[in-house]
């Protein structure tokens, strides 16, 4: 999930993640839901974590941009 910069901060990625959330619900083949997030963006983990996700694992050097490497958490929720 991406919001721009200028409209962070109205609540339009926790609105995004609990309709998701509540659809998957609604779907009784879906026990569980797993989401990774970059180890440095504390705002979105601070988010998943708010909703319930759970950390299970880091994988290391997950992502290369720009010559630049990033870690990646691995978060699950279960429904």
Do not use: C, W
Request: hydrophobic share 35%; glycine share 8%.
């Amino acid at each position: 999930m991406y919001v721009s910069p200028e409209h962070r901060g109205n609540g339009i990625a926790r609105t995004l993640l609990e309709k998701a959330l509540l659809q998957a619900g609604n779907l009784k083949s879906i026990e569980q839901v797993n989401l990774t997030v970059v180890t440095t963006n504390d705002s979105a983990k601070r988010l998943y974590s708010s909703i319930g996700f759970h950390s299970y694992g880091t994988e290391k050097r997950a992502i290369k941009y720009k010559g630049e490497y990033f870690d990646e958490e691995y978060m699950v929720l279960f429904l």
